[in-house]
Each structure stands twice: as C-alpha cells, then as structure tokens.
C-alpha cells in the first residue's frame, strides 16, 4: 500500500539523482525499481516516443527483447490511448483492447495475459515525450490506487528523463542520428524503417563514432563481415551530417557488370555505347549535395577506380562518351567486407584511393562480439513478425533466448532476422489455431546446440586454432559454403545465390577471389584466374 511516507521515503533519492552525473541506463533502473516498490505492479516500462512509434528505453518485469522492440502507435491502441489522456489512465479488465505486453511479462506459472493495466504520458517541457507503464497479472491489483500520486511519479519520471538527456548529449546525438535516418529512409519509399539497435559496449562504441564523424565531410570507409548492418550505418551518418536534407544514393559495386559500373556512377551521353539511347545521370550528379554510398566498393574496376579517385579529388567529372565537365559536391561513404589492404598488396586495388577512401574508418562489429544485443535485436524482429503475421504478440520462451545467446552467427544480423521469422513461421504452425500469444521454442529456431554442427549441414573442416591465420580459416568457410550451395541446387548459380543471401554477380566474383569454377559467358564453368 503507497503511503505518503512510503513514497516520500522512494522519491527522495530520485530528487537526488536529478543533480548527479549518471548514466541514463541507471537512472531509469532506479526509477523503475521506486515505483515498483511503490506500486502493486508485476512490470513497469518506460517508452520514448519517436515519431510514430514508442521505443522502451527501461523495463523492470518485462522479457529482455523488449527493449529491442518497437510500438508502432497505431497498431497498438491502448498505448495510443495512454498518449492521448490527459492524465494517467486505468484500463478496465474487459475493455477488450489487447495489452502489447501479453506474454511478455516475466512470471512462474505459465503464459497469463495481462489481466490489470494502467500508465500515463510523459511530458518534457510541455511536449510529448513517451510513456511510463504498469501492468499486472492478476485482477483488480491496481485498486484503491491514488492516481494523483501516479501523477507524481509521472513528474518525476519526467524529470529524470530530462535530466538524463542533458546529462548525455552525445548519446542523445547518436540517438538522433538514427532516428532521423529511419525518417529519411521512410521517405525515401523504404518498405520497412530500421533502426541500430543495441547497449552493448561495442555497439556504443559505434555509435559514439558515428556521431563524431557523421557531422563532418570526411569520406568514411565503412568496415565489416557480411550482414552485420554496414548499411545502417551508412544511413545514421547521413542522418548525422549537414547533408541529411539531401539524398542519400546508393550503388552495389558487386551487382553490376563491369561494363555498366561507370555508366552508372558517372553518367552517359546519348551512343556512347550500344542501348545508350538517352543521356543520363549518374548517381554522383543524383547524390549532388548529398551523400553517395558505394557498398562492396572493393569490387570495382581499376580502370574506374582511377576515374573515381580523380572525381574525388577535384569533385570534377565526365560522363562517359562526353568531353564536357561537370562539378559535383558529394561526401562519399564506402562499405566492404573485403581487407583492402590485401587488396592493394595483390595489385586488385589503387593504393592511393584506398588511403582517400580511407580518410575515417570505422568498422561495424559482428553480431558475437555484442553479447545480449542479440536478444535485443530479436525483439525488434518478432515485432516485425507480430505485425505481418497479425498476431497479438510474438514471445520468446527461456530456452530460445538462451540458444540465441550460445549461436555463434557467423551470418551476424542478416542471419538472425532470418532465423526468427522462420522460427515464428513454424510456431504458428504448431498450433492448430492462431494463438492470441505466438511462443517461440529454441526447436522453433532451428540451430545446433553449443558445439555442434548444424543439422542440415556438413561437418566443416577442422583448421587448428593458432596455426593458420585468420583470413584462410574465413577463405576456406567461405568457399564450402559455396561448393555446398552449388551441391544443393545441382549447379545452379542463380538459385545458390538466393540460397546464401547474395547477388549472382557478386557470388561469381566472390568463387572466382577463392580458386573456384565459375561459369563463363559461354554457360560452361572456367576456372578461376
């Protein structure tokens, strides 16, 4: 029962802590640890409100992937309610309005609904900030409840979060940079925004050097294995730069002929080869004023390579076919998974565009080295899969949490989003009916155990440890993965590509760097070299 002396005894210490330095994280834990000691609740949130969406920033009773989620406001009409409130807001148990929190709340016994619903807006300088939440499982447990006092916290709550945005402006930068390029993204006719998600000391680290380089116009060379996100990234810098207002243009390097590949960066006149039938732009002039982000850079051409460097470096270019010059202001961002460097050693790339491409470089870190973000970021994806498969809610039991913590992902990112929604997609199919909530098994997931290999795959080849160097071992990966995709679908490049998540062109670039045959214009497989 909250008394007077109670609450008093909960809130001076958050009075406190509004003169302190402390990192957000910590603020919002003890304010949601003062209100739950206060309050009758089996979990509380807090949940910033970013454009058309709530973002959780702290939860204390709730799964862990929640705080990778995101609420799209209209999809969940009683968080829309709480916004639109004047004060807090108690939900009646059969208002019939789904609560976003079913089966996400942490409990012994089994998978219960929220039965017991209230919260109320936050406001920050009178202006919509977000939400604080309480939910229970049991009925009637917020009765006899003093909503004055729930206000009271809500101030507080209030302040604590405007504290802590002051307190951490550059964290706040980086926050922004991301929210401002799912916006762009959004308007650009993206199908679906994404967002970086993470709180792992790596994934801070990125962000932190994404608001530092995002503002300025150095030219970025952005670093990475294969699906870890280089292309989110790519879209915070933008967002993070004076540039943000201006297109953001992008070009796979790999997904090209190489006939093609400098038509489309600078552009043709009218017969400067066979099908030019028009003249035509090139994606320097359609990212003029912008930012231009070349991915798998590392694949281009040198004789392009040279004529890249030089529009680089005076900002001056010639469409092809064309004697006439045209000047573009463009800050280039590069992304590869490929060492350049080796690149440049083995004579496949001009040693001095990979020190102009190289001005900042920054490389994004794989899926493994984050630790829990994985089951952050699987919230984000089974949000996803509630909402296109029209489900109530997508939950993760102990188990899969757990087997998402053991995988290794070498896929990074790209392979997790994957996994979860064919893991919600065989959920579903266990039930003989549409669930109100989806629980999602580690079975579900499909993945090897801890140090084993995976069932539908061959044993790979055991290389020691500490005797061959790092960049043979992802070589000789690499390449069974090839030559067991080829296996699976009798030879067929097109649908092994599909198969691994890759372009043809880039697949056939990538078997031919590693020795492999690959298939010649003619049809017939050539041997690499």
């Known amino acids: ?111 219960l609904p929220v039965h017991d619903c209230m919260g109320c807006a936050l406001r920050v300088q009178d202006r919509p900030w977000g939400l604080m939440t309480l939910d229970a499982l049991a009925l009637s447990r917020f009765d006899g409840i003093d909503m004055a006092a729930l206000q009271s916290l809500a101030d507080l709550a209030a302040a604590t979060v405007a504290a802590a945005e002051r307190m951490d402006d550059l964290a706040l930068r980086a926050e922004d940079a991301q929210r401002r390029a799912e916006q762009y993204r959004r308007a650009a006719g993206s199908e679906r925004a994404r967002r970086l998600v993470g709180r792992s000391a790596a994934h801070r680290a990125l962000l932190r050097e ?75 002039e359609l990212a003029d004023g912008g930012t231009l982000f070349l991915d798998e850079v590392g694949e281009l051409p040198l004789a392009v390579q040279a004529k890249l460097l030089r529009v680089l470096q005076n900002g001056q270019l010639q469409r092809l076919g064309s004697d006439r010059e045209h000047r573009v202001d463009v800050r280039l961002v590069a992304a590869t998974n490929r ?38 970021l699987a919230g984000s994806f089974l949000e996803e899969q509630r909402a296109s498969l029209g489900l109530g809610n997508v939950r993760l039991d102990a188990d899969a949490q757990q087997a998402l913590l053991a995988h290794a992902w070498p896929g990074n990112v790209r392979e997790l989003e994957h996994v979860l929604a064919r893991a919600a997609l065989r959920a579903l199919g266990r039930h003989g009916q549409r669930p109100r909530v989806l629980s999602v098994c580690a079975g579900d997931l499909g993945l ?82």
Not at 97 to 106: A, Q
Not at 251 to 261: D, K, S
Not at 350 to 360: C, P
């Open 339 to 376: 060492e350049l460097a080796a690149e440049v050693r083995a004579g496949r790339f001009r040693a001095d565009l990979y020190h102009r491409l190289g001005a900042y470089p920054l490389q994004v870190p794989p899926l493994r080295e984050r630790g829990r973000d994985v089951l952050l």
């Open 448 to 529: 090897a155990a801890p140090g084993q290999p995976p069932a539908a795959a061959a044993t790979p080849a055991v290389l020691p440890a500490g005797t061959v160097p790092l960049r043979q071992r992802v070589q000789a990966f690499e390449r069974q993965a090839i030559e067991q995709a080829l296996a699976g679908h009798a030879g067929n490049w097109a649908a092994a590509a599909r198969a691994l998540d890759m372009d043809r062109a880039n697949l056939v670039r990538l078997a031919r760097r590693l020795g492999l045959a690959v298939p010649a214009r003619n049809g017939r497989s050539a041997p690499a070299g």
């Open 210 to 284: 994404i608001a530092l380089v995002g503002p300025s116009d150095l030219t970025v060379l952005v670093g990475g294995e294969t699906g870890v996100g280089k292309e989110l990234v790519v879209q915070a810098l933008h967002a993070a730069s004076p540039r943000a207002g201006r297109p953001l243009v992008s070009l796979n390097c790999a997904a090209l002929p190489e006939t093609l590949v400098e038509s489309e960066l600078f552009g043709h006149v009218r017969g400067a080869f066979s099908g030019a039938v028009a003249e035509r732009q090139g994606k320097f």
């Open 1 to 111: 029962m909250m008394t007077p002396q109670s609450m008093l005894a909960a809130m001076l210490p958050l009075v406190a802590d509004l003169a302190r330095q402390i990192p957000p994280s910590e603020r919002y834990r003890r304010l949601l640890d003062a209100v739950r000691r206060l309050l009758p609740a089996d979990a509380v949130a807090l949940l910033r409100l970013d454009g058309d969406a709530l973002v959780p920033l702290a939860v204390d009773g709730l799964a862990p992937d929640t705080l990778g989620r995101r609420f799209l406001v209209g999809q969940h009409p009683r968080l829309q309610a709480l916004l639109q409130a004047a004060g807090p807001l108690r939900f009646a148990p059969d208002c019939g309005l789904p609560d976003p929190y079913d089966g996400l709340v942490e409990h012994v016994h089994g998978h």
